[in-house]
Structures are given as C-alpha cells and as structure tokens.
C-alpha cells in the first residue's frame, strides 16, 4: 500500500505560478499511474492532468491544457503538477491519486479508477 502526502499549495495572484509535489511512501512509485484532481467548495471532485507509470504518457482536462504539466521522478517517488497562469478558477483543493496497473503506459481521467489518495493541498488564487 502506497502513501501519498501532497504539498506545494498556497496563496498565489492571478496569472502566477505554484508547483504541487505528490511524495508516495510505502511502495515505489514506478507500478503506479498518477493523477491529479481538484476540488472546490460546492463542486465535485475533478480530473486535472495524469501521468503514465513511465511518464512517457500524460493527459488533461481541457481547462488546464497549456498551462500544467505533470511529471515524475521514479527515483525521487515523487509527481509534480506545474500550474502556471493561474486563474482564479483554479482555487480549490488539490489531491494526488494513485493506482497500480500492469500497463506502463495508461493514463486514468476517472477518479473511481483510483485506489489511493493524498490529504490535499490548498490552493488560492486571488483576482
């Protein structure tokens, strides 16, 4: 079983830049395919941007494209989320998700296909 403790979060002025970092323990991170989600108040959890086992592969909602980028350090058990130009739209809670699978090259968009989740980590954009 993988832990996964979220960080990187804060208050930032629109069009500004944060990097979230996701540190896995307990299990190496290189069987897993990651994900990110965010969740603001009143609203359903959502799909950010994922990242194949070997990084090769990501993926992102329509409403980050151009402005993330997930990554990965195998060798760190470590993802990234790089926020740029951030709106204040982006404002929410944003949690880093794990599952494992065989296949080294999948990218996961749905939060139920999820195993495992981090705490979450706030991030405010102010206008």
């Known amino acids: 079983q993988v832990q996964l403790v979220e960080s990187g979060g804060g208050l930032v002025q629109a069009g500004g830049s944060l990097r979230l970092s996701c540190a896995a323990s307990?299990?190496?991170?290189?069987?897993?395919?990651m994900g990110w989600f965010r969740q603001a108040p009143g609203k359903e959890r959502e799909f950010v941007a994922a990242?194949?086992?070997?990084?090769?592969?990501?993926y992102y909602a329509d409403s980050v494209k151009g402005r993330f980028a997930v990554s990965r350090d195998n060798a760190k058990n470590t993802v990234y989320l790089q926020m740029n130009s951030l709106k204040p739209e982006d404002a929410a809670v944003y949690y880093c998700?794990?599952?494992?699978?065989?296949?080294?090259?999948?990218?996961?968009?749905?939060?139920?296909?999820?195993?495992?989740w981090g705490q979450g980590t706030q991030v405010t954009v102010s206008s």
């Open positions: 998700a794990a599952t494992i699978t065989p296949a080294t090259t999948v990218v996961l968009t749905h939060l139920e296909r999820y195993d495992y």
């Open positions: 307990g299990r190496t991170l290189s069987s897993y395919a």
């Open positions: 990242i194949s086992r070997n990084g090769y592969i990501t």
